[in-house]
Each structure stands twice: as C-alpha cells, then as structure tokens.
C-alpha cells in the first residue's frame, strides 16, 4: 500500500484552535498517516495510505468549517 500525500489551503484557518479542530476532524479517518495544520500560511498537510481517501479528506474539512481552495 503507497502512502498518498497532500497539502490543502484552507483561508478559514487562522488559530490555534482552528488547527486543534482540524486535527480532531482527520485523525480518525481511516488510513490517516499524518496530519500537520499551519494557521500562519492556511496550510493542512495530510498524508494517508488510502488514495481514495483524500475525497474523505476534503469532505471532513468541510464539515469541520475549513472548505479546502484550489
């Protein structure tokens, strides 16, 4: 199994708190590798062993308040 990796720009990310949510958001998501969030640059890095999981991933973000830009 490969590990896929990712970074997406979240705008709406911008403290602590909003990482801290992001991070309770992903990390039960099946296959998740590794979760980094940086409100400095709007940043969620996500690494996963599933690459199909990363439709799970951005809809998560969603939910969690955070929608992913292109």
Known sequence: MSVVAK???CP???SQADE???LEALQ???GIE???ADRVAHTVFVSIANSNGM???EEA???AG???EE
Do not use: G, K
Request: aromatic share 12%; hydrophobic share 45%.
């Open 61 to 63: 973000l969603r939910d």
């Open 12 to 14: 709406d990310l911008v």
């Open 55 to 57: 439709q799970a991933v």
């Open 34 to 36: 590794s979760v980094e």
């Open 7 to 9: 970074t997406f720009f």
């Open 66 to 68: 955070f929608p992913p």
């Open 28 to 30: 039960d998501l099946p």
């Open 20 to 22: 801290t949510s992001i």
